[in-house]
């Protein structure tokens, strides 16, 4: 069984996979190994090398494990997931977290701190009215961080859990007046030194943020005179720095960017170049001008895309800025004089651009650190330029465009320089990828015109950052024994034709009794369940098929098919047999079968629509610029292109409004005759904003060629905003049955070879493995196997399946259960469960998807479904939908409970 406190956490906070699989992998380990003062470290490392071999040595004085998590994924949250564990569960009292810099250590203590938007405990319940004293490296010298005799905490509140934050600096070389680190230098009001208090703890935890940056220095030692009794090391490189790194030999779980990018929670990486652009043509300066011109282009594509995903959704607005890597601080100097200058972009950027180095002194640094830290709120700042790669801890999410100036390939395909702007303003994916329509709102572009194919052959190499990895093993992706197709049938046809799933563990017990005597009379019996097919579209639902009148229908039929064949078994099946057989699968199918209508919902009437009249807004965010020649920007892991400008012969239109409408009237909800005055309204608002900052109509005409189509999706964004459509009545709606029922039909899984049935009461360790594997024992469902996607749905199957007014269920397989929730999009729910009183179709969902779009379209389309099917279906139990919070599928919930509180209809 998988821990519950585990389980309550990684609800409560939220946790993506990877953070849930770590936070499990730490809890097995701690049920393998005591931990504690005065361990057999030898002991300990044999018992988790048992299960986690990757783990070859603990490369501390201490047990220390590595979780290796790609930038992005969240590092931070993790830590207090492991915090969370380990105080709940008796483990711990007192941590002690490291950072490796003055900026992590101070986001850390941000984000460790109530007030803050990003805490670390949000949702535990126990860290709310009594939260944990946070000591600093600037405040321990106070003695807030001592507990005194019998273990009263010397802070006001009586805090009973301690953080430590610190800086290796502050442990190891920021000096008392006596010249030693003031962290050990005698403190008189405790009679000892803070760091050997720390070292006097029986239950102190090390959490290392970024520790690849203090494995190889002074700081490891340091880090042993603290004697943990645990240490939990997290990074993005699990190596050490320098020109000989050495890979971690702790590393207990790893994530890798790649990972991260394919599952979607971080953008996708992308190189742009111009098309049919030869750098070697140009000198070094005008290639330098070249890409930053480029890169002020896509960037201002991208400012109309976050705005229009604003507009057009409503999320939160989003103002991207560019990074420029320069070599050096005198190169950093120039370009920002370049940059500000007249000669660039005619000074469209004079104050708007933060220079951050080493060499920067006093106002200036401060001045560069407080743009640093506003760059997602201020929107002051279109451009950065850093030296180098900008370190960790240097968190944004609206870093778009990165320009490296003077780096191989190799340079630019690293986590240090990838991951400053990898990260996802939104939290997650937006779009689909590829050419969808805001696939730029999940992308981060690199302009690199003189790397673009070494960069694309480089992305393309095996252990490539941003090539997926996919692992072949136990546990893998992959399995090493290989993979068999196991067919599931139904219970009914099991009853009906004796057919039987080929694996390992479906036992004996589970397997319904063969119906009928002999193969002729199973012959018989496959052919009524052919009939009786022909009968979904006749009859009301499958509790007609237990009316007489309408078995003799279908016994007349077999009489009819069954005669050609008889003489070709070696028995005769007697006329009065056939309708005893007959009877027999039409009752069965009734019994285990639930009746789910197909349901067509058209509108009677043609519907009309209108836009009303308004001006464009926010046009100050449309900079586009004259492009000379297109850019390819190039998905480095999909290897999809886009394409930022049109070739040159492209047809030229009369007016320049004709380049805004010709795109604007492709679209299916504008009537040009209609709309036509609305729409050269918009469009020569468009081209005004144009106009006041181009030079000349030459420029215009560029850019409304160049960037048409794009300046139109901006438009036609807010048009949306103002389009109303004449509603239609319930009786404006023609509702149609196609079909009463459908038989269920044998159900495919993909299964490794020699894995057995498990007893779908029991958990999968760790969770997130839940849907590699088969389950089975159920007493209710239509199927003897079913497959899982999330533990959640197995905890509501165990629900469903032992509810006494339950009568069948099943988890519907493809294309056995549609429902239309967008054009030409369908979707098919988690459960269908029919009970002695209703029809329920069952949704689990995490907390934190509840109010997705997508979540809340399928939910509106599914409630209406269920109206249509009570009032249209004959049935006479009505239709309930439920979306159900996974972390409300608790042992003490019951059907009837999740029903009351989370029916939408």
Avoid at 295 to 318: I, Q
Avoid at 383 to 390: P, S, T, W, Y
Wanted: aromatic content about 8%; proline content about 5%; hydrophobic content about 40%.
């Amino acid at each position: 069984m998988i821990d519950r406190t585990v389980r309550t956490i990684s609800q409560r906070l939220s946790l993506r996979k990877p953070q849930s699989d770590s936070l499990e992998i730490l809890a097995d380990v701690l049920s393998r190994a005591e931990l504690s003062k005065g361990y057999d470290a030898e002991a300990a490392l044999a018992a988790i090398r048992d299960t986690y071999p990757s783990v070859e040595a603990f490369e501390h004085d201490f047990p220390s494990l590595c979780f290796a998590l790609a930038t992005g994924v969240g590092k931070t949250r993790l830590m207090g997931a492991f915090i969370s564990y380990l105080y709940l569960t008796g483990k711990s009292r007192h941590f002690f977290v490291l950072a490796p810099n003055k900026t992590i250590y101070e986001k850390l203590i941000a984000d460790f701190s109530p007030e803050s938007p990003k805490y670390v405990f949000k949702g535990i319940a126990e860290f709310a009215a009594n939260p944990p004293l946070i000591v600093t490296g600037d405040n321990y010298e106070s003695g807030i961080g001592v507990r005194f005799d019998g273990g009263r905490s010397s802070d006001l509140f009586g805090s009973d859990v301690h953080i430590n934050i610190f800086n290796v600096d502050k442990i190891n070389k920021e000096e008392s007046p006596r010249g030693k680190p003031r962290m050990k230098r005698l403190q008189e009001t405790i009679g000892e030194s803070y760091y050997a208090y720390l070292a006097r703890l029986d239950d102190l935890v090390l959490l290392m943020d970024e520790s690849h940056r203090y494995r190889a220095s002074a700081g490891a030692n340091a880090i042993d005179g603290l004697k943990p009794i645990l240490g939990l090391e997290l990074t993005a490189t699990p190596k050490t720095v320098g020109s000989r790194s050495v890979p971690f030999r702790n590393v207990i779980y790893n994530y890798t960017l790649g990972q991260a990018m394919a599952d979607g929670f971080v953008k996708e990486p992308a190189v742009a170049t111009r098309k049919d652009f030869d750098p070697r043509s140009v000198g070094e300066q005008e290639l330098e001008q070249i890409k930053l011109e480029d890169a002020v282009h896509h960037h201002d594509h991208v400012a109309v895309e976050l705005d229009r995903f604003h507009r057009t959704t409503g999320a939160p607005k989003v103002t991207p800025f560019i990074l420029i890597v320069a070599a050096d601080t005198a190169e950093a100097k120039r370009l920002r004089e370049f940059v500000e200058s007249e000669k660039f972009f005619k000074g469209r950027f004079k104050g708007k651009v933060a220079e951050v180095h080493s060499n920067l002194r006093g106002e200036e640094s401060e001045d560069a650190m407080q743009r640093l830290v506003a760059l997602e709120k201020d929107g002051r700042t279109e451009i950065v330029i850093h030296v180098n790669k900008l370190k960790e801890g240097w968190d944004v999410t609206n870093l778009y465009t990165i320009v490296p100036l003077r780096a191989s390939a190799s340079e630019i395909l690293t986590e240090q320089t990838l991951g400053r702007g990898l990260r996802l303003p939104f939290g997650r994916r937006v779009s689909r990828g590829g050419d969808d329509e805001f696939a730029a709102v999940d992308r981060l572009t690199i302009i690199a015109h003189e790397r673009f194919d070494d960069i694309i052959a480089k992305a393309r190499e095996p252990g490539s950052i941003v090539m997926r990895k996919l692992e072949i093993g136990e546990g893998g992706d992959i399995s090493a024994t290989g993979s068999t197709l196991v067919t599931a049938p139904s219970v009914a046809e099991m009853i009906v034709t004796g057919a039987q799933p080929d694996i390992p563990g479906f036992a004996e017990a589970e397997r319904p009794a063969f119906a009928f005597k002999s193969p002729e009379e199973g012959k018989a019996a496959e052919v009524t369940l052919e009939v009786i097919k022909r009968y979904e579209r006749k009859l009301g639902s499958a509790e007609a098929l237990r009316e007489k009148a309408v078995q003799q229908q279908i016994a007349d039929e077999v009489r009819d098919l069954v005669r050609p064949i008889q003489g070709t078994l070696e028995g005769v099946v007697e006329q009065p047999r056939i309708d005893q057989i007959v009877e027999t699968v039409a009752v069965t199918v009734a019994d285990r079968t639930i009746s789910i209508p197909q349901i067509v919902v058209l509108p009677k009437k043609q519907v009309t629509f209108t836009f009303e009249d308004f001006d464009l807004a926010n046009l100050e965010s449309v900079n586009m610029r004259p492009i000379e020649d297109g850019i390819i920007i190039e998905d480095l892991r999909t290897q999809a292109r886009t394409y930022l400008a049109r070739t040159l012969d492209d047809p030229r239109e009369a007016r320049p409004e004709d380049y805004l409408v010709r795109y604007l009237i492709e679209r299916n909800e504008i009537d040009y005759d209609e709309h036509a005055a609305l729409l050269y309204k918009l469009a020569g608002q468009m081209v005004a904003r144009i106009r006041s900052y181009l030079a000349d109509d030459i420029e215009v005409e560029n850019v409304l060629l160049r960037h048409g189509r794009q300046l139109a999706d901006f438009i036609f964004a807010q048009l949306m905003n103002h389009y109303r459509e004449t509603p239609l009545g319930e009786e404006d709606y023609e509702v149609t049955v196609t079909r009463g029922f459908m038989l269920l039909q044998a159900q495919p899984m993909n299964v490794p070879q020699g894995q057995r049935v498990r007893d779908f009461k029991q958990a999968v360790a760790p969770l997130s493995e839940t849907r590699k594997h088969v389950f089975g024992g159920f007493k209710k469902c239509c199927y003897p196997l079913q497959k899982f996607d999330t533990d959640p749905e197995r905890r509501l199957a165990v629900t469903i399946d032992g509810d006494g007014n339950v009568e069948k269920w099943l988890k519907p397989g493809r294309n056995q259960f549609r429902i239309d929730y967008r054009s030409g999009e369908s979707y098919e729910p988690d459960f269908v469960v029919e009970t002695k009183t209703r029809m329920l179709i069952c949704e689990v969902k995490a907390r934190n998807e509840l109010d997705d779009a997508d979540v809340s379209a399928k939910a509106a389309a599914a409630t209406k479904w269920c109206t249509t099917a009570t009032q249209h279906a004959g049935g006479t139990k009505p239709w309930m939908y439920l979306l159900i919070p996974d972390d409300q599928i608790t042992g003490s919930a019951t059907l009837d409970g999740l029903a009351a509180k989370f029916a939408t209809s």
